[in-house]
């Protein structure tokens, strides 16, 4: 098959563009960089294609011609010390209107793409304590439950077209990049802890599963709609750090009052740190998906076993 990845040179663009490839896909990764300093691949089987977001239509839709998949993954990080109303912008107009555009480029293709696979988050759901939610739930009304829900709202125009998949992400689990590196810090310094009460939820997922859930939605006609991507089995914030202390064979006893969190990073440490969801996968599950890490020690142990 012939799949685009816009985004596709990232944390999750990455493994997934190289899996892709190894599997046998022709992957071309939409970025705002120079295309032609890609990183290594399998030989012939990534490329890259430079893209403006919000450039014309046309350009965009030649190059989705005779694309099969499309996969978003575009979208400035969240993660920054203290949002300013500048970086809520970016982050909701990285993703909104690029997802428009993209969707608009597969309708004008001459050869149409037959599926979308969007991402999401979790934070679709908002801060909801300890009740366990499926794809059915509700949405959140915070910042984050908002740009979700529009920027899944943009991929459904698509689906008049093709298949649309909206990947509901949680926090992903690797050792080279996204949360779980700055999250490891504080127990390597041995001062790690919960994090405010610690009862708030975290839904997180192996980075090797989400990239095998996403490549799973491809091949499976069913998948539609929203599908979360996180572990069965979430865990309270004091149980993360105690099992993340444990993997790293460090004590987790020193919580991060709420206090200094909130002032260290303003909404953020609301956003993404003090409050949590409960999500679970139902939709994948339902569907056969079976995930390599169910639990959450053995993923740690895996990511940070001594070599
Ligand atoms: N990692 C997680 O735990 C997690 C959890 C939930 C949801 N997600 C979502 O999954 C997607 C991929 O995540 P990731 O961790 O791989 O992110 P990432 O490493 O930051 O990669 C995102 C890509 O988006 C492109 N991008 C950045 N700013 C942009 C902008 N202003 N306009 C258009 N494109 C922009 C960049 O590609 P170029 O510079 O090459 O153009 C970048 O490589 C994101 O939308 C993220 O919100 C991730």
């Not at 014309?56 to 400035?76: Q, R």
């Not at 979430?234 to 919580?255: D, I, K, M, Q, Y």
Request: charge should be positive.
């Amino acid at each position: 098959m012939r799949i685009a990845i816009a985004g596709g040179r990232g944390f999750l663009g990455t493994p997934l563009s190289q899996v892709l490839a190894a599997d046998g896909h022709t992957v071309t990764v939409l970025t705002r960089r120079d295309a032609s300093a890609a990183p290594a691949s399998p030989p012939g089987r990534i490329s890259s294609a430079r893209w403006q977001p919000d450039g014309p239509i046309d350009a965009l839709a030649s190059v989705l011609d005779g694309v099969d998949v499309v996969i978003n993954l575009a979208g400035e990080s969240i993660a920054a010390r203290h949002w300013s109303a500048a970086h809520k912008s970016r982050i909701r107009d990285s993703r909104v209107p690029t997802t428009r555009s993209l969707v608009a480029g597969m309708k004008m293709a001459a050869s149409r793409p037959a599926v979308l696979i969007n991402a999401s988050a979790v934070g679709y759901y908002g801060w909801r304590g300890d009740e366990i939610l499926d794809e059915t739930a509700r949405a959140g009304t915070d910042f984050l439950a908002t740009v979700c829900q529009e920027w899944e709202q943009a991929a459904m125009d698509a689906a008049d077209v093709a298949r649309v998949v909206l990947i509901r992400t949680g926090l992903v689990l690797a050792r080279d990049g996204g949360a779980l590196v700055e999250m490891v810090r504080p127990f390597r310094m041995w001062v790690g802890g919960p994090l405010g009460s610690g009862h708030q939820y975290m839904s997180w997922i192996h980075r090797v599963d989400w990239v095998d859930l996403v490549r799973w939605t491809i091949r499976t006609p069913a998948a539609t709609g929203p599908i979360n991507a996180t572990a069965p089995n979430p865990v309270t914030n004091a149980e993360f750090s105690g099992e993340l202390a444990h993997a790293l064979r460090r004590p987790s006893w020193l919580p991060a009052p709420a206090f200094a969190l909130r002032l260290a990073l303003g909404e953020l440490a609301d956003a993404l740190l003090l409050s949590g969801q409960r999500v679970v996968p139902a939709r994948a599950t339902a569907l056969g998906f079976r995930f390599a890490y169910p639990d959450l020690e053995p993923a740690l142990a895996a990511l940070f076993q001594r070599h």
